[in-house]
């Protein structure tokens, strides 16, 4: 059971990229804090500062805003190499005003950190690395060549060059904190959007596959008549023609379609026969074994154990549990050196599953993580396809979806391999079955077979007996049809048609 590929396009960062009018607000949010500190440090201060050519820097930025509204829409996104653009002009503007208005002296060089921090959430780590270079030669720079730290008077404040140097190193660390911290929360939030897009993918087509059952027979129950209608007429057509008259082997290749349209219905109707009725209720051990099947061929014995008191747990057939079940025993068929060890065991108040391997079990950093998206096993297992990201990820979602808690451990000493540990509110895990009857099947079916539950032990073995039975009802329907169409035809002879449809 793998993962879907998320390399496809779906699930690139096409969806990630910035948006233009958010670069463009936070601009205009820049301007405004800048017109506003140079004039206030101008004009409410009045320290002497090049108030004219700050406001040309600062109008250079609001100028690059109108064009950019201008040209492109509100709802356009940014391709990475024009957003670091726009992000490096920020940069290199705010490092024009810092140059006149005393460098890194001026308490606002902290502003370095913003756009670098908006490259670390949304633009690749390479962009981001650039980025914080671009900011820390300008800071150097900066700590070197700047004018005068705006102050009214003569006594100027001189800060001693070693302060200067520590600023300087404050806002170099800052950059890569700022921007590996930044980055970290960014990607840890776009990995869990695109597992859980991956989860959402599995569980539609799960639900697409059943709803395609469920049109197939409605659609080969509502052909039936018609169905019937024709296959009369036909009859009717070879009755009364010629045996060697020239319309004799058209009739008969009629005939014959209408019988092959009968089985093509036929089998249309047992896609959704096949899971409903009893045959959607599970028993703990067929959940088991729907989930382990498919890892069978693969040579890794099982050691299935059921412990507890009767009755034995029953879940409605759930596409969700089954692969996020099959997901995790495939993860421990790969890791297991021999065997592969599934121990069930319930009580009137919970369902418990565990899934263990005698593999090399979960490293401890891998232990304390498990169940995050795009986590793996390292490289050093030697295991082709050890991946424990993704595919753990959606089985623990769809498990937990279903009211399941998972527990990741490892075996204790002197055993060794990972262990696996599913727990069901047993309330829950029996949620949905029918009111009445609790898990006992139809009558309908199985009286004509004369047997019960009891005597099987599993629906799975009454399987081709129910079909048969199915199928005996289909000839009986059709047959039914068949004599409704004679009686039609008869009405229509007799000019009854009225009462034939009444």
């Known amino acids: 059971m793998s993962a879907p590929d998320l390399s496809a396009p779906l699930f690139g960062r096409s969806g990630r990229h910035l948006r233009l009018d958010t670069l463009v607000r936070l601009r205009w949010?820049?301007?405004?804090?800048?017109?506003?500190?140079?004039?206030?440090?101008?004009?409410?201060?009045?320290?002497?500062?090049?108030?004219?050519?700050?406001?040309?820097?600062?109008?250079?930025?609001?100028?690059?805003?109108?064009?950019?509204?201008?040209?492109?829409?509100?709802?356009?996104?940014?391709?990475?190499?024009?957003?670091?653009?726009l992000l490096g002009f920020d940069i290199v503007q705010l490092a024009a005003l810092l140059f006149m208005?005393?460098?890194?002296?001026?308490?606002?060089?902290?502003?370095?950190?913003?756009?670098?921090?908006?490259?670390?959430?949304?633009?690749?780590?390479?962009?981001?690395?650039?980025?914080?270079?671009?900011?820390?030669?300008?800071?150097?720079?900066?700590?070197?060549?700047?004018?005068?730290?705006?102050?009214?008077?003569?006594?100027?404040?001189?800060?001693?060059?070693?302060?200067?140097?520590?600023?300087?190193?404050a806002l170099v660390l800052g950059l890569a904190f700022t921007g590996i911290y930044a980055w970290r929360v960014a990607k840890e939030a776009r990995d869990l959007s695109d597992a859980l897009a991956a989860t959402e993918l599995v569980l539609a087509r799960e639900q697409h596959l059943s709803q395609l059952d469920g049109l197939a027979a409605a659609a080969a129950h509502e052909l039936g008549t018609p169905l019937g209608t024709i296959a009369l007429v036909?009859?009717?057509?070879?009755?009364?023609?010629?045996?060697?008259?020239?319309?004799?082997?058209?009739?008969?290749?009629?005939?014959?379609?209408?019988?092959?349209?009968?089985?093509?219905?036929?089998?249309?109707?047992?896609l959704q026969d096949e899971d409903a009725g009893p045959l959607d209720q599970l028993t703990l051990r067929l959940l088991i074994e729907e989930a382990a099947g498919p890892q069978r061929p693969f040579g890794v014995p099982f050691e299935i154990s059921m412990t507890g008191e009767k009755p034995e747990p029953v879940c409605r057939r759930n596409p969700g549990m089954i692969y996020g079940l099959g997901n995790i025993v495939?993860?421990?068929?790969?890791?297991?050196?021999?065997?592969?060890?599934?121990?069930?065991?319930?009580t009137q108040s919970r369902v418990v599953l565990t899934i263990a391997d005698d593999g090399p079990g979960f490293p401890p950093d891998v232990l304390m993580?498990?169940?995050?998206?795009?986590?793996?096993?390292?490289?050093?297992?030697?295991?082709?396809?050890?991946?424990?990201?993704?595919?753990?990820?959606?089985?623990k979602t769809l498990l937990e979806r279903g009211g399941a808690t998972l527990e990741f451990s490892n075996l204790p000493a002197p055993g060794s391999g990972a262990s696996i540990r599913i727990v069901w509110p047993r309330d829950i895990f029996e949620a949905d079955l029918p009111a009445i009857g609790g898990t006992k099947p139809e009558p309908s079916a199985l009286n004509e077979l004369g047997c019960t539950r009891a005597q099987s032990g599993t629906w799975a073995a009454f399987r081709p007996e129910l079909r048969a039975t199915a199928a005996r009802m289909d000839k009986r329907q059709g047959d039914d049809d068949a004599g409704c169409a004679e009686r039609n035809r008869q009405a229509r002879r007799h000019g009854h048609v009225a009462a034939a449809g009444g």
């Not at 206030?40 to 250079?60: E, N, Q, R, S, Y």
């Not at 060697?244 to 047992?270: F, N, P, T, W, Y």
């Not at 993580?369 to 959606?394: K, N, Q, T, V």
């Open 101 to 169: 208005t005393g460098g890194l002296q001026n308490p606002f060089a902290i502003l370095f950190l913003a756009p670098v921090m908006i490259s670390a959430t949304a633009l690749p780590p390479q962009r981001t690395l650039v980025l914080g270079l671009l900011a820390m030669v300008l800071a150097t720079l900066l700590s070197r060549f700047h004018l005068p730290l705006p102050w009214a008077g003569d006594d100027r404040p001189v800060l001693p060059p070693f302060y200067q140097l520590g600023n300087w190193v």
């Open 330 to 346: 495939d993860n421990a068929v790969d890791f297991a050196r021999s065997t592969v060890t599934i121990a069930a065991e319930w």
């Open 234 to 270: 036909a009859r009717e057509l070879t009755r009364l023609a010629p045996p060697d008259g020239e319309m004799a082997e058209d009739i008969a290749l009629l005939r014959e379609q209408v019988e092959r349209c009968r089985g093509i219905l036929g089998k249309l109707s047992s």
């Open 369 to 395: 993580r498990a169940g995050e998206p795009y986590l793996s096993r390292g490289s050093s297992e030697g295991r082709a396809g050890g991946g424990l990201g993704l595919g753990l990820f959606i089985a």
């Open 29 to 85: 949010l820049a301007i405004a804090g800048q017109s506003a500190a140079v004039a206030g440090v101008h004009f409410g201060l009045g320290f002497p500062l090049p108030f004219g050519w700050c406001f040309i820097v600062i109008a250079v930025s609001a100028w690059l805003n109108i064009a950019l509204r201008i040209r492109f829409p509100l709802s356009h996104r940014l391709m990475d190499r024009p957003a670091t653009a």
